[in-house]
């Protein structure tokens, strides 16, 4: 059984009942069982269990749904949400180019910067404290607020 699924991978694509090849070559009782049962009997056998690996297939969808947001509640809970808005001070974190790798004196993080545009997603356009743009967004897990 998964976790997130509730059944098998075997159950949901071919069914409940599993018959080995050499249960074939050497019938077990279940294979004997079946053998004696009339073409009309194992016809509707065979249709019961279709129709009941349909309801299998949607109950697993619906638990592997509930188990998605079962998880995504559980990661939620750790996170923190930072809000940006036009004209904050943030801190951009430094990320280490070997050609200037200074050890562990090397600073974190360089600005100030002003935030000029916060996109809902969380890509910031900074300015310098001048008013020079930065040539590219930056991801706002990668900045941190300025206070004074």
């Known amino acids: 059984m998964r976790t997130s699924t509730g059944a098998t991978h075997f ?11 050499f249960e074939v070559e050497i019938p077990s009782l279940r294979v004997l069982m079946e053998t004696k049962l009339e073409e009309t009997e194992r016809v509707q056998a065979r249709y019961d269990q279709l129709s009941f690996i349909d309801e299998k297939r949607l109950a ?5 749904q509930l188990y998605q947001r079962r998880m995504k509640k559980t990661f939620d809970k750790k996170v923190r949400s930072r809000e940006f808005c036009e004209g904050d001070l943030v801190v951009k974190k430094i990320i280490p180019v070997q050609k200037y790798h200074c050890g562990k004196w090397m ?18 356009i900074l300015t310098k404290m001048d008013g ?8 706002s897990d990668a900045v941190k607020k300025f206070y004074v």
Not at 11 to 21: A, D, F, I, N, R
Not at 113 to 120: E, P
Not at 132 to 139: A, D, F, I, K
């Open 132 to 139: 020079e743009e930065l040539p590219l967004p930056v991801n």
């Open 107 to 124: 600073p974190n993080y360089e600005g100030p910067y002003v935030v000029k545009k916060a996109f809902s997603e969380g890509a910031l």
């Open 60 to 64: 697993t969808v619906c638990h592997g």
């Open 11 to 21: 159950s949901l694509v071919y069914g409940m009942e599993v018959v080995l090849p």
